[in-house]
């Protein structure tokens, strides 16, 4: 099932399907290293911090909650143990997440579209289209899906 965050459109406007990194690696057969490169995944520090601070102030004011909903109150735990656990939750969650997102996630959907037409690839299914000839509009058509792809320049 295609989710609306997965669609991009091709270079004819017909909505496709993004092709994830790792599905991508695994169906050219190329380095990782090799088809993406600095900048074209998920920045690690702006999702840590994004990230982290959802996970805490959400873990957190469901303790809040939790805790009023049973009669207690709002803070049973000293300050310091509270604000080391809001720590601890953003530092955890948020490094786990920015460092899954920083390797495995496009950055944008033209960040995917250039990536993957630079090393000539359909960006929706990963097969090679670099050396097909392309249509007269400019755009070589994936035999493989039917994307439109202008991957000549
Ligand atoms: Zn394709």
């Known amino acids: 099932m295609v989710k ?36 074209d995944t998920v920045p690690f ?26 009669g207690r109150s709002a803070f049973p735990l000293s300050i310091s143990w509270t604000i080391g656990i809001f720590v601890g939750q953003f530092v955890l969650f948020g490094g786990a997440m920015a460092g899954f997102m920083h390797l495995y996630m496009w950055r944008s959907d033209n960040h995917a579209r250039n990536a993957m037409l630079r090393a000539g690839l359909c960006v929706s299914c990963a097969y090679r289209i ?19 792809w202008r991957v000549h320049g």
């Open 130 to 148: 670099d050396d097909i000839e392309s249509e007269t509009d400019g755009c070589t058509i994936c035999p493989e899906c039917g994307g439109a």
């Open 4 to 39: 609306h965050w997965q669609r991009i459109k091709d270079d004819r406007g017909s909505p496709i399907k993004l092709c994830m990194i790792w599905r991508a690696t695994r169906a050219s057969g190329f380095e990782k290293a090799f088809l993406v490169q600095r900048g």
């Open 45 to 70: 520090w702006s999702s840590f911090f994004l990230m982290g601070s959802m996970f805490a102030v959400a873990m957190q004011t469901w303790e809040i909650v939790g805790n009023l909903v049973a």
